[in-house]
């Protein structure tokens, strides 16, 4: 079973991390909640959220999957973090996914993953030097190899899909789509 790590950051958005979240568990997929500290996090609209575990505990096991959310501050908060950085460039170099929504793929362009490919998220929220040697698209998702991003709230949804359908196949995104009764 694919293992996923999902760190949640002060401030981060409550829609895009419960959906990752929730949405990944029914497809069975193992996700570790990690908060950078071992706070409750409190989201960008007042949720709290209570993670499983804390960063460093976290850290300590193997993931198929990062899987950032979104929000400000939290995108700032998950960015600042050296740990998380360091992670991410480690599966990036043992060619495992990393996955950011919203603000979020600015963590991947600071930590170098996101030059070179093609890759979205909200609008502005990367900056110029950010988005060099970036084919900027504005898709809902954006997959460029091992590197998936998405666009915002509204394309959560999309973009768990898309982890899941990637993780654990088509039949199992299809399962769980099916289950929420989306309209197409």
Do not use: W
Not at 27 to 56: H, K
Not at 105 to 112: E, H, I, N, Y
């Amino acid at each position: 079973m694919p293992k996923v790590l999902v760190p949640l950051a002060q401030g981060c958005e409550e829609l895009e991390a419960v959906t990752i979240i929730d949405l990944l568990r029914r497809a069975g997929i193992d996700v570790v909640s990690a908060g950078l500290d071992a706070q409750p996090v409190c989201a960008s609209r007042g949720t709290r959220l209570l993670p499983d575990t804390t960063l460093d505990d976290a850290l300590q096991q193997d993931y198929d999957m990062i899987a950032l959310p979104g929000g400000l501050p939290g995108a700032d908060h998950l960015n600042a973090d050296a740990r998380l950085r360091e992670r991410l460039r480690k599966m990036a170099r043992e060619e495992k996914y990393t996955a950011a929504v919203c603000a979020a793929p600015k963590v991947l362009a600071d930590a170098g993953l996101l030059k070179g490919r093609r890759a979205t998220s909200y609008p502005g929220s990367l900056s110029a030097a950010q988005l060099q040697d970036v084919d900027y698209r504005e898709d809902a998702v954006v997959q460029d190899g091992t590197v998936i991003t998405s666009r915002g709230p509204g394309t959560a949804m999309d973009f768990a899909l898309h982890l899941i359908e990637v993780l654990v196949g088509k039949a199992n995104r299809d399962e769980v789509e099916k289950g929420l009764v989306r309209e197409r």
